[in-house]
Antibody, heavy 121, light 108 residues
């Protein structure tokens, strides 16, 4: 059974940092891109960042470029999102999502339940 | 950045009716488009990918069409469980991926 489980969310002050983790199981982890998608309370979905199967290609939404860093450890079946200089508008439920397509980042077929990040003083 | 614009923002229909949801891209994205369904308190679910291919386990009443800049999600004979929010998503511009703002399908 495919599973992706997020952790690391919490309450943090503006300007501080937080590191999210995603632990995956039930599939050949090193074959697939992994993404982070967030959803602010009562709002729509926003793709935040994604990383290719081998870590060689990655991207960020304009809203987090320069502040967030994505990485992966295929030996640990894990993906991380380092979030620096957090802002109140980063407050959201952060989903870790498995890509559907082998090798090529494309679509999102398995979603975690999310970890809540609240940025507030 | 490729912008996806969904319409209408809210669609009010009754069970048994047909729903037609639209997604328009700011530039051509070939057929690299997916549709997702999200119910309150749940993670989204992949319905359609590559514009018209149903994901595993998705009922045949869901269908997708379109290419280039204009895309449609059609839900035939709405069931009570179909009332939810629907999002489109494009992947042609990797490493930048975008979603539409969503269409809320509500019971009339």
């Amino acid at each position: 059974e495919v599973q992706v489980v997020e952790s690391g969310g919490g309450l943090v002050q503006p300007g501080r940092s937080l590191r999210l983790s995603c632990a995956a199981s039930g599939f050949t982890f090193e074959d697939y891109a992994i993404h982070w998608v967030r959803q602010a309370p009562g709002k729509g979905l926003e793709w935040v960042s994604g990383i290719s199967w081998d870590g060689g290609s990655f991207g960020y939404a304009d809203s987090v470029e320069g502040r967030f860093t994505i990485s992966r450890d295929n030996a640990q079946n894990s993906v991380y999102l380092q979030m620096n200089s957090l802002r109140p508008e980063d407050t959201a439920l952060y989903f870790c999502v498995k890509d559907k397509v082998v090798v090529t980042p494309a679509y999102f077929d398995f979603w975690g339940q999310g970890t809540l990040v609240t940025v507030s003083s | 950045e490729i912008v996806l614009t969904q319409s209408p923002a809210t669609l009010s229909l009754s069970p048994g009716e047909r729903a037609t949801l639209s997604c328009r891209a700011s530039q051509s994205i070939s057929d690299y488009l997916a549709w997702y369904q999200q119910k309150p308190g749940q993670a989204p679910r992949l319905l359609i990918y590559d514009a018209s291919t149903r994901a595993t386990g998705i009922p045949a009443r869901f269908s997708g069409s379109g290419a280039g800049t204009d895309f449609t999600l059609t839900i035939n004979s709405l069931e009570p469980e179909d009332f939810a929010v629907y999002y489109c998503q494009q992947r042609i511009s990797w490493p930048l991926i975008t979603f539409g703002q969503g269409t809320r399908l509500e019971i009339k």
